[in-house]
T-cell receptor, first 114, second 113 residues
Framework: DAGVIQSPRHEVTEMGQEVTLRCKPI?????LFWYRQTMMRGLELLIY????????DSGMPEDRFSAKMPNASFSTLKIQPSEPRDSAVYFC????????????FGEGSRLTVL | AQSVTQPDIHITVSEGASLELRCNYS??????LFWYVQSPGQGLQLLLK??????LVQGIKGFEAEFKRSQSSFNLRKPSVHWSDAAEYFC???????????FGGGTRLMVKP
C-alpha cells in the first residue's frame, strides 16, 4: 500500500516567495495532520483536519500560513510570503479516526528559505 | 495541557548492549502514550503504544515500554541493540482517544560497533 506522499521533498526559495507543500494521505484515512520539525522547537503540530474539516489550527504560526483540504485525498500547506525562519522539515501524517495516536507520516518536505 | 520530557538528547550504546530511553509526561488523567522512531531523512514510524491494561507493552523491532503511573514515566527498552536501531526516538502523549499528540524533544541514539 502507498504511504503518505508529500511533495516536494526539497524546496529552496527566496524570502518573500510563496511556498506550497502538498500531501496525499493514505486512502481510507480521515484525519490529516501537518507538523513542522526544527532543531530548536522539535515537532510542532500546525493544523489537524478531520473528514476534510480543520479541527485545530492553533499551531499555525501566523497569517502567512494557510492549509486546505479540498478532498479526502489531498491537502496543501501554503506559506506566503515565506521568511528564513520558516526553514524546517514539514511533515504530513494521516490516521483513521478511532485509531488514536497511530499516525502514519510522510517522508517530509525540507524547506529552505534564503 | 499535556507535556513530554525526554531528558536525554543523545545516547550512545555499543551494539549488543541493552538500551533504555527515558520519557516523562505530564497529564492530569490517564494518558495515551506512544513511542515513535525516525530514521534519517524519513518520517516517524510508530513503535508501540499504551492505552490501558497491561503496563508493559511490546512493540515492533524488539522494543518494549513500561508505563509507571507513580513515576509519570513511559521508558522504552530493548535488550540487545542492533546497528540498525540508530535513529531518533520520540515519546508522545495524547490527551484522549483523539489523535492530537504532543511530542517530546527526541533522543538521538547512536550505536557503536
Amino acid at each position: 500500500d502507498a504511504g503518505v506522499i508529500q511533495s516536494p521533498r526539497h524546496e529552496v526559495t527566496e524570502m518573500g516567495q510563496e511556498v506550497t507543500l502538498r500531501c496525499k494521505p493514505i486512502s481510507g484515512h480521515n484525519s490529516l495532520f501537518w507538523y513542522r520539525q526544527t532543531m530548536m522547537r522539535g515537532l510542532e503540530l500546525l493544523i489537524y483536519f478531520n473528514n476534510n474539516v480543520p479541527i485545530d489550527d492553533s499551531g499555525m504560526p501566523e497569517d502567512r500560513f494557510s492549509a486546505k483540504m479540498p478532498n479526502a485525498s489531498f491537502s496543501t500547506l501554503k506559506i506566503q510570503p515565506s521568511e528564513p525562519r520558516d526553514s524546517a522539515v514539514y511533515f504530513c501524517a494521516s490516521s483513521r479516526q478511532g485509531f488514536a495516536g497511530e499516525l502514519f507520516f510522510g517522508e517530509g518536505s525540507r524547506l529552505t528559505v534564503l | 495541557a499535556q507535556s513530554v520530557t525526554q531528558p536525554d538528547i543523545h545516547i550512545t550504546v555499543s551494539e549488543g548492549a541493552s538500551l533504555e530511553l527515558r520519557c516523562n509526561y505530564s497529564y492530569g488523567a490517564t494518558p495515551y502514550l506512544f513511542w515513535y522512531v525516525q530514521s534519517p531523512g524519513q518520517g516517524l514510524q510508530l513503535l508501540l503504544k499504551y492505552f490501558s491494561g497491561d503496563t508493559l507493552v511490546q512493540g515492533i523491532k524488539g522494543f518494549e515500554a513500561e508505563f509507571k503511573r507513580s513515576q509519570s514515566s513511559f521508558n522504552l527498552r530493548k535488550p540487545s541493540v542492533h546497528w540498525s536501531d540508530a535513529a531518533e526516538y520520540f515519546c508522545a502523549v495524547g490527551a484522549n482517544a483523539g489523535n492530537m499528540l504532543t511530542f517530546g524533544g527526541g533522543t538521538r541514539l547512536m550505536v557503536k560497533p
